[in-house]
């Protein structure tokens, strides 16, 4: 793969793709942080492109935003927005940062 930031979303407990979730992607380097990308999640839980393509790649801190409650729409629903914020250390690399959710819990790893 490509350099650049890509991403998925699992919904683990239905066992399927989150179809539909808002994801928004920041740079941190800014003040206020600048949004660089808004997508929405398609049918496999995945963005239709990469959320920071591989010629737009660079090294830097960077927050994923997971728009969890709105995706859920149910009452009790434990998060509201999901941030993930992590380092790109080589702009060379892909960085894949996908979110396993639920309506009462998420996590999150350094995929391939």
């Given at each position: 793969?490509?350099?650049?930031?890509?991403?998925?979303?699992?919904?683990v407990?239905?066992?399927?793709?989150?179809?539909?979730?808002q994801?928004?992607?920041?740079?941190?380097?800014?003040?206020?942080?600048?949004?660089?990308?808004?997508?929405?999640?398609?049918?496999?839980g995945?963005?239709?492109?990469?959320?920071?393509?591989?010629?737009?790649?660079?090294?830097?801190?960077?927050?994923?935003?997971?728009?969890?409650?709105?995706?859920?729409?149910?009452?009790?629903?434990?998060?509201?927005?999901?941030?993930?914020?992590?380092?790109?250390?080589d702009?060379?690399?892909?960085?894949h940062?996908?979110?396993?959710?639920?309506?009462w819990?998420?996590?999150?790893?350094?995929?391939?």
């Amino acid at each position: 793969m490509a350099a650049g930031i890509t991403t998925h979303v699992l919904d683990v407990s239905t066992g399927k793709p989150a179809a539909g979730m808002q994801v928004e992607l920041f740079d941190l380097s800014a003040q206020p942080p600048k949004l660089v990308a808004r997508m929405k999640t398609t049918h496999d839980g995945r963005t239709e492109t990469p959320i920071l393509p591989p010629a737009q790649a660079r090294a830097g801190s960077f927050e994923l935003r997971f728009w969890v409650a709105d995706y859920f729409r149910t009452p009790d629903v434990f998060a509201d927005v999901v941030p993930v914020r992590f380092t790109v250390a080589d702009a060379a690399q892909h960085y894949h940062v996908p979110l396993l959710c639920s309506p009462w819990s998420f996590g999150t790893y350094r995929g391939s």
